[in-house]
């Protein structure tokens, strides 16, 4: 090629690619499922998203200063492994305990609906909650992202959602939160409902659901009750 091809172009020069940018753009997991049987699950990495050209420079730069990315380990009936992501106000970031960090916190739970679902999903959102005074944590669920149960990804919503609340809480208690402002979206706002049931102290007083998609048969027991369901639900 010519030393122009070579070089990138009319500039005369190659693009310049910025320090912090990752090249690469996709996480594989190879996972033994069985004797000879082996799954391999693809992610995308943090740098791909940070740097993808739906975060403008403004949040990119915000992002890349306030998020702290942490796994936190749980022993509950099986070994989850949940990836949290978090922007923590100033006077807190540092806070080891005893007790719980103090002021608000709010809690984003995406939904668990494609294979590709992760924390991510409320990336733009991180940032005007953190300038109104809110640190912000936002979790990949089980199955989703970076976090699995027992070592595996290839985990259905299903198998875990009945102790969903069980496991919110117990992440809360590894970030030494003590109460959240849940946002939700899809099936995770179910989650919330049953910490509402489960855990309501755990609960601060305004959340938000976007979307939300909730088996009324499983969170309140209504199989056996004789009640007519408004239409839609």
Partial sequence: PSRRGREGGRGGAMPRIPAMLSLETRCVNIQNVGTDVFQVV????????????LIKDSERTFLKREMRTSILRLLLRDSYQVVARAMWQPDVKNFLGPGYRPGKCALLLHAPDHLRASGWAWAKLARPLFQRGFSVVSLDLPGYGGSCINNRSDIEVDSWRHYAAEVVVQ????????????????????????????????????????????DLDKLIGTANLDLQRPPGL
């Fill in 42 to 53: 693809e992610t995308s990495t943090d740098n791909s998203v940070l740097w993808g050209e």
């Fill in 171 to 214: 992440c809360m208690n590894e970030l030494f939160v003590d109460r959240v402002h849940i946002v939700a979206a899809g099936v995770s706002c179910e989650f919330a409902l049953k910490m509402m049931e489960q855990e309501p102290r755990r609960l601060a007083v305004n959340h938000i659901f976007h979307n939300p998609i909730v």
